[in-house]
C-alpha cells in the first residue's frame, strides 16, 4: 500500500512538471522558462496605424527669426505709389522659418513703447470666427486723435493699425501688434496685402508665413512704414509671395515723424497762363496820305475805305514800308 501512494505521488510530480502548470500557493520567477513561454509564444500581430494629431496653433513660433534690418536710405522716397518693391519683391525668409503649422509672435514693446516685428503662419485655425471687438483704448506710439474733414478719407487722419491684420489673426486690442498708421498706409497700402493672404488661405485651406516689421528712423514715435513679407507653404511661394514697403504717409498732410503732430499743405496757387506776345502791332495805313495810325485814332474815323489797310507788324516794318508816323495818336 504504501509502496503503491509512493508510485501514485510519483507520477503526479511527472505530469506537473511536463504540463508547465505553477504549484499552487507559489509565485513565477521573474526570469522562470514558464514566463518566457508566454511572451515568446503570443501570435506576432501587425501595429495598429497611429493617427496623425492635428496640428494645433502655436502663440510662439518653432524658430523666432530676427528682426529684419532696413535702411530707410534704400527706400525710393514716396512718389505717388503706397508701396514699392523690396528685395526683388523676394521675402527675406529662410528655409528654418518654413512651417506649415500656425502660430503666432509678437515682439514686446521697446523703451519708447513702440512696436516690433509681427511674424505668424496664417491658417484658418487662427483667423477670427466672429466680428473684431473694440480697440480705442490703446494709444500707440505717436498716435493723435486728429480731423481733416473732407481731405482724409474717414476724416481721421490716423488709424490703429493691426501688424497682422485682425482677418488673419484674429488678434484684438493687442498694444504689440497695433501701431498708429495713416488712413492711406492702412487702407491703401497694408489691406490689399491682408486681402490677398486671407482670399489664399480661405481659398486653398494652405498656410501662408507672414511677417511685419515697423521701420522707425531713429528715435521717432511714429514710423516711417512697414515691411510686409509673405510666402505661401505648401506649394513652395508659388500661390503668394511679396516683400513691400508700404509708407506711413497721407497725400496732402505734412507729418512730423518725431512724434506725428501734422499739418495741412495747402495746395499751391494754380500759375498764371502767360501771356502770349504778339509778334507785331496792328496798324491802320492810310494809302492815300502814306501815314499809319493806332486802331483807336481818332483820324481812322475819317480815312475813306478805299484808303484803308489794315497792317499787323513792328513799327520798324511799317516805316520800311514807306509810311510815316500820324502826329496825333504818335503810333
Not at 508547465?20 to 514566463?35: K, R, V
Amino acid at each position: 500500500m504504501k509502496n503503491r501512494a509512493r508510485f501514485l505521488s510519483l507520477m503526479l510530480a511527472l505530469a506537473l512538471v511536463f504540463s508547465g502548470c505553477e504549484p499552487l500557493g507559489t509565485e513565477p520567477a521573474a526570469d522562470s522558462a514558464a514566463s518566457i513561454v508566454v511572451e515568446t509564444a503570443a501570435p506576432t500581430q501587425s501595429p495598429s496605424p497611429t493617427a496623425t494629431p492635428t496640428p494645433t496653433p502655436s502663440l510662439t513660433p518653432i524658430s523666432t527669426p530676427a528682426p529684419v534690418s532696413i535702411d530707410l536710405a534704400g527706400i525710393p522716397a514716396y512718389d505717388g505709389a503706397a508701396y514699392v518693391e523690396v528685395n526683388g519683391n523676394a521675402p527675406y525668409f529662410t528655409e528654418d522659418n518654413y512651417t506649415e503649422v500656425s502660430f503666432e509672435s509678437y515682439s514686446e514693446l521697446d523703451s519708447l513703447g513702440r512696436c516690433g516685428t509681427a511674424f505668424a503662419c496664417i491658417g484658418e485655425d487662427i483667423m477670427p470666427t466672429e466680428e473684431r471687438g473694440e480697440i480705442g483704448q490703446v494709444k500707440p506710439s505717436g498716435w493723435h486723435t486728429v480731423r481733416y474733414d473732407g481731405i482724409v478719407d474717414g476724416n481721421y487722419l490716423y488709424n490703429r493699425c493691426h501688424l497682422i491684420g485682425y482677418q488673419l489673426s484674429g488678434e484684438n486690442a493687442n498694444t504689440q501688434n497695433l501701431i498708429t498708421g495713416t488712413r492711406y498706409l492702412n487702407i491703401e497700402g497694408m489691406l490689399p496685402f491682408e486681402n490677398m493672404v486671407a482670399d489664399y488661405v480661405k481659398e486653398t485651406k494652405n498656410h501662408v508665413l507672414y511677417r511685419v516689421t515697423p521701420v522707425f528712423d531713429g528715435d521717432n514715435l511714429l514710423a516711417n512704414g512697414v515691411l510686409l513679407e509673405g510666402r505661401s507653404m505648401e506649394d513652395g511661394g508659388a500661390g503668394i509671395s511679396f516683400c513691400v514697403f508700404a509708407y506711413n504717409v497721407q497725400p496732402s498732410i505734412r507729418i512730423d515723424y518725431t512724434d506725428g503732430a501734422s499739418t495741412y499743405i495747402e495746395p499751391e496757387a494754380a500759375p498764371e497762363p502767360e501771356q502770349t506776345q504778339p509778334v507785331g502791332s496792328e496798324y491802320i495805313l492810310n494809302t492815300n496820305t502814306g501815314k499809319f495810325h493806332r486802331p483807336g485814332c481818332s483820324s481812322v474815323d475819317k480815312m475813306k475805305e478805299a484808303n484803308k489797310q489794315h497792317f499787323t507788324g513792328t513799327r520798324d516794318e511799317v516805316a520800311g514800308m514807306g509810311y510815316e508816323p500820324c502826329k496825333r495818336c504818335n503810333p
